[in-house]
T-cell receptor
Framework: GENVEQHPSTLSVQEGDSAVIKCTYSDSASNYFPWYKQELGKRPQLIIDIRSNVGEKKDQRIAVTLNKTAKHFSLHITETQPEDSAVYFCAASDRETSGSRLTFGEGTQLTVNP | NAGVTQTPKFQVLKTGQSMTLQCAQDMNHEYMSWYRQDPGMGLRLIHYSVGAGITDQGEVPNGYNVSRSTTEDFPLRLLSAAPSQTSVYFC??????????FGSGTRLTVV
């Protein structure tokens, strides 16, 4: 089955700096790569996703890049703000055949210091 | 739309007891899943369903049963609770080519 590794497990940045979180996956059939943000005590919320036919996707201060050859994808947050502090999870799945079998990384605790 | 509704929010069980965690969605999503979240271990898939009448096992299915008799509901049954099942449980749903919407979670403690 799919295996997703996520690094780093903790990341501390100064407000205004950029943050990068990286994930690798094992199953070359995976074609859907979402990122979730989870604030303390809350549910995970989808912040951005990318499909395998796209190399990069941006949404305001958030961007995701995908390298299918190397089987890794990354989340980039620019101009970080204290409200970006949360746990971020990457995930991967083959949406065409495995349906809702989404495999998550172990999460990155991002702390943005004012 | 209420989205994904999970009940109860908190539950304490004694070892050996059984219970059902309820999950309902009103978005007509095909996919529904149950995940458990333990500290430092991310979200692990218990069971999932690609439509009414169809379920399959995820990464950690032992000790849990599911059924999907309708598109809206996807209950998770703990057959005989064990302390190792102490966790936060999330139900999630998604359309065919969309992202997951998670419920608010159930915090379960087994003593």
């Amino acid at each position: 089955g799919e295996n997703v590794e996520q690094h780093p497990s903790t990341l501390s940045v100064q407000e205004g700096d950029s943050a990068v979180i990286k994930c690798t996956y094992s199953d070359s059939a995976s074609n859907y790569f979402p990122w979730y943000k989870q604030e303390l005590g809350k549910r995970p919320q989808l912040i951005i996703d990318i499909r395998s036919n796209v190399g990069e996707k941006k949404d305001q201060r958030i961007a995701v890049t995908l390298n299918k050859t190397a089987k890794h994808f990354s989340l980039h947050i620019t101009e970080t703000q204290p409200e970006d502090s949360a746990v971020y999870f990457c995930a991967a799945s083959d949406r065409e055949t495995s349906g809702s079998r989404l495999t998550f990384g172990e999460g990155t605790q991002l702390t943005v210091n004012p | 739309n209420a989205g994904v509704t999970q009940t109860p929010k908190f539950q304490v069980l004694k070892t050996g007891q059984s219970m059902t965690l309820q999950c309902a969605q009103d978005m007509n999503h095909e996919y529904m899943s149950w995940y458990r979240q333990d500290p430092g271990m991310g979200l692990r898939l218990i069971h999932y369903s690609v439509g009414a009448g169809i379920t399959d096992q995820g990464e950690v299915p032992n000790g849990y049963n599911v059924s999907r008799s309708t598109t809206e509901d996807f209950p998770l049954r703990l057959l005989s609770a064990a302390p190792s099942q102490t966790s936060v449980y999330f139900c999630a749903s998604s359309p065919w080519r969309g992202g997951y919407t998670f419920g608010s979670g159930t915090r379960l403690t087994v003593v």
